[in-house]
């Protein structure tokens, strides 16, 4: 079975591809534009709505369920996480 986006988001945390959400600075809403989810890989289809993470000087887009994810993850040590953000064109 292929893996939820949850799933993979959850991957992504745990192998620290992607920062923690403290380190977000602002967060806005919209729709998608065809970019990838920084959270589980998929395209955000046009028909999506997406939240967009600016996280330092890059912006993370995320499904409105990855971002929930997202920000609702904690490492289970407690302890906070470094990731090194990139975006996707
Ligand atoms: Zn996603």
Redesign the pocket.
């Known amino acids: 079975m292929p893996k939820t986006?949850i799933a993979r988001?959850i991957d992504k945390l745990r192998t620290r591809e992607l920062p923690t959400p403290v380190e977000v600075k602002r967060t806005f809403i919209g729709g998608g534009i065809g970019c990838g989810?920084s959270?589980?890989g998929?395209v955000i289809g046009g028909s999506e709505r997406a939240y967009y993470c600016r996280v330092g000087d890059v912006v993370l887009p995320?499904?409105v369920v990855?971002h929930e994810t997202w920000i609702r993850w904690r490492p289970a040590n407690g302890s906070p996480l470094v990731g090194e953000a990139s975006l996707e064109s």
Request: contains cysteine.
């Open positions: 986006r988001t989810c959270g589980c998929e995320f499904h990855c």
